[in-house]
């Protein structure tokens, strides 16, 4: 059974600062992996996917990195800013049936 | 991509009773799912549902509790049936294209407070 952690549980950072959040899987036979963000009583947003053939995909601001072999992903933001303070989700999918099993998220807070 | 709208936004209930979800996308899609949130907590798979074959549901989640309904291949229904406190949560229903290597999208959610 897949089971996917995500490290810091939270974070906070003065505004500006380059910062890292990171995604831990325990089975390295994944189709993809995708990187999520949710506001507070919202749906999630599509970030960046990778699929898992794929090192890394970029958007913006946004970096995110797949290890397959290590089953560890890392989403990298770029001089963060107040509107980047969310919840940050890993979900990674193991089965060509595509569903999804999703870590508990890092908090993030930027502070202005 | 994807957009998904859900019905409704939020609610509140009486416990024993029913309320059904609805989602609509805006596309054509293969593969539709629906998440429960917990309070504090992260998702959790509930059920998939592909049209033209009956959903398919997760460890502790029974069809009783949660009928899904996929009547095309734009819309989908879940029912939250005999209501409780414990169901209390964000459901949310996410879709993929027609592989799994689709980018899964996900609409707002429906706020569920049981009394």
């Known amino acids: 059974k897949q089971e996917v952690t995500q490290i810091p549980a939270a974070l906070s950072v003065p505004e500006g600062e380059n910062l890292v959040l990171n995604c831990s899987f325990t089975?390295?036979?994944?189709?993809?992996l995708q990187w999520f963000r949710q506001d507070p009583g919202k749906g999630l947003t599509s970030l960046l996917l990778i699929q898992s053939s794929q090192r890394e995909q970029t958007s913006g601001r946004l970096n995110a990195s797949l290890d397959k072999s290590s089953g560890r992903s890392t989403l990298y933001i770029a001089a963060s800013q107040p509107g980047d303070s969310a919840t940050y989700l890993c979900?990674?999918?193991?089965?060509?049936?595509?569903?999804?099993?999703f870590g508990d998220g890092t908090t993030l807070t930027v502070k202005p | 991509s994807a957009v998904i709208s859900q019905k409704p936004s939020r609610d509140i209930c009486q416990r024993g009773t029913s309320l059904t979800i609805q989602c609509q996308v805006d596309?054509?899609?293969?593969?539709m799912f629906w998440y429960r949130q917990q309070p504090g907590q992260s998702l959790t798979l509930i059920a998939t549902a592909n049209q033209g074959s009956e959903a398919t549901y997760e460890s502790g989640f029974v069809i009783d509790k949660f009928p899904i309904s996929r009547p095309n291949l734009t819309f989908s229904t879940l029912t939250v049936s005999n209501m409780s406190p414990e169901d209390s949560s964000i459901y949310l229903c996410?879709?993929?294209?027609?592989?799994?290597?689709?980018?899964?999208?996900f609409g707002p959610g429906t706020r569920l407070t049981v009394l």
């Open positions: 979900a990674v999918t193991s089965t060509n049936a595509g569903k999804s099993t």
């Open positions: 596309s054509q899609v293969t593969m």
């Open positions: 996410s879709v993929r294209g027609a592989t799994t290597t689709d980018t899964q999208y």
């Open positions: 089975d390295s036979a994944i189709y993809n």
